[in-house]
């Protein structure tokens, strides 16, 4: 926002640069390769109860591969990212698709301003807070259920730690050997540049930080390789 005080954290998207066009490509590429983002969206209706009247917002949505098909199951999908190069190919696909029920705001979790805008029935946001540091995490957390109606949902996904502290290193070298086998050596890069320069975080902080600003975490699953699905809603 305009008038934030000089203390306010400055949204730059740290690790993967996402603003430069041709790894923004190579993301989607990357990602079509090893998801299945059929499968994942249709878990997210089920899990998430996602009616048609619904208006979901997908915050550090990339390049839309789960926005847009939310997008055929409910009203509008509000798609917020920071980086303005995924979102140009999210709208491309979505041209191409002919998928018109969605908004596209190039934005971060800290600068997006939802004011004067209609509250939202279900906010999912796919492994993307970890690019925030702890503290700005219970920030972005606060506005999420500020603009969720009441009874509204939050889906969260993300790598988020489960190991015991002191089993770090093994836990993330076998992180890193996985990633190698499932999508290649470059999907072993960027998870060690993600351990090293963004802000993943245990599941007990996670946790306290979706209690502290308002949640009520009904389902909790770790999945393979720290990542960890969350379903809450709002209090
Ligand atoms: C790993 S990608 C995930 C994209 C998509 N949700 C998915 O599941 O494929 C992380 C996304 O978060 C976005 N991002 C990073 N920092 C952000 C911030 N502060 N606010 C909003 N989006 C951010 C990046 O631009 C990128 O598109």
Not at 155 to 181: C, P, S, W
Not at 209 to 224: D, P, Q, R
Request: proline residues 3%; contains cysteine.
């Amino acid at each position: 926002m305009k008038n934030n005080p000089k203390w306010y954290y400055e949204e730059k998207a740290p690790g993967v640069d996402y603003l430069n066009p041709e790894i923004a490509q190579k993301y989607d590429d990357a990602h079509q390769k090893f998801r299945n983002f059929r499968e994942e969206s249709e878990h997210i209706v089920q899990v998430m109860g996602i009616t048609p009247d619904d208006t979901v917002m997908d915050f550090g949505c990339g390049t839309g591969n789960v926005a847009l098909n939310l997008a055929k199951y409910c009203d509008k999908v509000i798609c917020i990212d920071i980086s303005r190069e995924m979102l140009d190919i999210l709208e491309n696909k979505a041209k191409k698709g002919n998928i018109n029920n969605i908004e596209t705001y190039s934005a971060g979790f800290l600068t997006y301003d939802h004011n004067g805008k209609d509250k939202v029935d279900k906010i999912v946001s796919m492994v993307a807070l970890h690019h925030l540091p702890d503290f700005w995490k219970s920030v972005a957390l606060s506005k999420m259920a500020e603009i969720l109606k009441p009874g509204g949902k939050l889906y969260l996904f993300d790598v988020i730690f489960t190991f015991n502290i002191q089993d770090h290193q093994k836990a993330l070298e076998g992180m890193i050997k996985t990633m190698r086998f499932a999508a290649g050596d470059s999907m072993a890069d960027e998870t060690e540049m993600h351990i090293r320069d963004e802000f993943s975080t245990y599941d007990w902080i996670m946790e306290g930080l979706l209690e502290k600003t308002g949640f009520l975490v009904n389902f909790k699953e770790i999945k393979a390789n720290n990542f960890v699905e969350y379903i809450c809603s709002k209090l």
